[in-house]
């Protein structure tokens, strides 16, 4: 066992106030970016469905790479480590592809079974 401070026990009344308030203001931010990227992934399903049915790739990469340059651009200005930005953006990305991907599929399926 570790002597370290872990936990908020034996913290001065002033600086656990101080850590609650910061962590409320954290729990709130978490709290919107769980509803926008809820919105952006309602959004990317509807192109998913859209790029399926007139048989388009479920991968952009020209419209990525412009994305990329514009959240480096936004980062930068908002002084965000535009590199995490960028990290951050693809691995979303990376997930809708692999949804478009699924997209694709069951509606090649469904299009077979109906003839
Ligand atoms: C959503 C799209 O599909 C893919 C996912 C993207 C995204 O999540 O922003 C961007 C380009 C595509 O690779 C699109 O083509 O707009």
């Known amino acids: 066992m570790t002597t370290s ?3 908020t026990g034996d913290m ?3 600086v656990r106030q101080e850590l609650e308030r ?3 203001s954290i729990d709130n931010i978490d709290a919107a970016v769980v509803h926008l990227l809820a919105e952006r992934f309602k959004a990317t399903q509807q192109v998913g469905r859209l790029k399926a049915v007139h048989q388009l790739p479920p991968a952009d990469p020209g419209r990525e790479s412009r994305q990329i340059e514009r959240l480096r651009r936004l980062a930068e200005n908002a002084k965000l480590d535009p590199a995490f930005a960028e990290k951050f953006l ?3 990305i990376a997930e809708v592809i692999r949804h478009h991907e699924r997209i694709a599929e069951d509606t090649a399926n469904a299009q077979s079974v109906d003839g």
């Open 5 to 7: 401070n872990t936990g």
């Open 12 to 14: 001065q009344p002033e």
């Open 90 to 92: 693809n691995f979303i």
């Open 22 to 24: 910061l962590r409320d």
